[in-house]
């Protein structure tokens, strides 16, 4: 079983998949939903923002949590609610991609099984998984530029300040210069 660390004040890099690594988020309207899950989920759990980005099959999000426990409850608040409704929706289109999402009990599931990736930053690893963050699309192939990949906080860096998603908590890094992305 995955035991899942919670720190306060220690920032958390944590990356999850979608089920079997398929791209479930391959589209711009799952990826600006789950945009709004995500900004929803900060909203109601003690946890900063300090840089995000969406990909086709899987999710990196920097953290800062308030207080102890604070990541376990904001990944439930966020990956739970937000699979249900997807799920839930492709049921009614009867989308051909339930099949497969289906397990050998008869359920489906949107997130690969297991905790994911966690790891606690400290001093400038924090800012290396910030550039691997907004670098990721590029070595993709997705985009030219860490800014022409608007599901992510780049253009937050950049000083963008129309860009979607939830705000990076600039007031709660560690002492350093921001990342370029």
Known sequence: MFTRIDSAGTARFL????????QL??????R????GAMKLAFE????HPLAWIVMPEHVHLIVLPEQNEAVTSFLMGLKRPFAQSVLKRWRELRAPVLSKLLRNDGTHRYWQTGGGFDRLLHGNELF????YCHQNPIRRGLSVTSIDWRWSSAPQYEGLVDSIGPRVAFHAMPPADRVLT
């Open 32 to 35: 600006d939903h789950f945009i």
């Open 25 to 30: 988020l391959g589209t711009p309207a799952l």
């Open 128 to 131: 290396e998984k910030i550039r």
């Open 15 to 22: 990356t999850f998949s979608c089920y079997r690594r398929l």
């Open 44 to 47: 109601r759990h003690a946890v």
